[in-house]
């Protein structure tokens, strides 16, 4: 999240604070409601992920419900795709 952040700012002050509020806002929505997203399918994926988009930017924060609500990545929408379904085995 801070390297993102960094990023962001380098390019445009102030968006890289406006890149954590969103993303804490997306962790909010799933605290607050974790049902509300999207599961996601895919045949590399057991059945249980589900991500959460961060408006605005291409990221998604990636969690599983079971055995309770833990945010497994704070996944690029484009880069390095799928690095973190190793982490699923180790939850």
Same mark, same amino acid.
């Given at each position: 999240m801070a390297?993102?952040?960094?990023?962001?700012?380098e390019r445009v002050g102030g *968006?890289?604070?406006?890149? *954590?509020?969103?993303?804490?806002?997306?962790?909010?929505?799933?605290?607050?409601?974790p049902s509300t997203g999207s599961p996601w399918k895919h045949r590399r994926l057991p059945e249980g992920v589900r991500r959460m988009f961060v408006r605005s930017f291409?990221?998604?924060? %990636?969690?599983i419900l079971e055995p309770r609500v833990i945010v497994v990545? *704070?996944?690029?929408?484009?880069?390095?795709?799928?690095?973190? %379904?190793?982490r699923l085995s180790e939850v």
């Open positions: 390297e993102a952040a960094a990023w962001y700012d *968006l890289g604070d406006r890149f *954590l509020l969103e993303t804490e806002a997306a962790f909010a929505r799933i605290d607050q409601k291409p990221y998604s924060a %990636v969690f990545a *704070l996944a690029h929408a484009r880069r390095r795709p799928g690095y973190w %379904v190793k």
